[in-house]
């Protein structure tokens, strides 16, 4: 099945508007290996009808609401984002040193509950691995 298919059959799911735009930037994150900016996704969006750069960020906000995308912090403090495969996101990440590319290990999955001290509650915790990807390796 194609990212469209995929986008728009998991953005009926929700059961809330599907939107051209929140499907085009679904459909992006789906097909792309990492995760991507802002910016990067208003570069990919030049393609077919325009999409402004706050309606980029209004879908982004709202896909990682519905668990359709989650937002990763990188080094160089941009925000990228990525397509969830699942509601809980439990996965590693791989930060590029050279190319700042963030990528999502799904196969490396996160069980890990700290011991928290009294009153503190755990939402989300981030393991990020850093190095060189492949195409920086070489």
């Known amino acids: 099945m194609s990212a469209d298919l995929d986008a728009e059959s998991l953005l009926r799911r929700t059961g809330e508007r599907v939107t051209p735009a929140r499907r085009r930037i679904l459909a992006l994150l789906l ?4 995760a ?7 570069h990919a969006l030049v393609d077919g009808p325009a999409i402004d750069r706050v309606t980029v ?3 982004l906000e709202w896909l990682s609401e519905k668990g359709l995308a989650h937002k990763i912090a990188g080094e160089d403090r ?4 990525n ?3 699942h509601r809980i996101h439990q996965h590693a990440h791989f930060q590029c040193q050279r190319c700042q590319r963030i990528y ?3 196969h490396i999955q996160v069980d890990w509950q700290p011991q928290l001290p009294d009153g503190f509650r755990l939402h989300h915790a981030d393991i990020t691995l850093k190095g060189d990807c492949p195409s920086c390796s070489r």
């Open 36 to 42: 991507l900016s802002q910016q990067e996704l208003l």
């Open 83 to 85: 397509a969830a495969s």
């Open 78 to 81: 941009i925000w990228r984002f």
């Open 57 to 59: 960020y209004r879908v």
């Open 31 to 34: 097909a792309s290996p990492t």
């Open 104 to 106: 999502c290990l799904e």
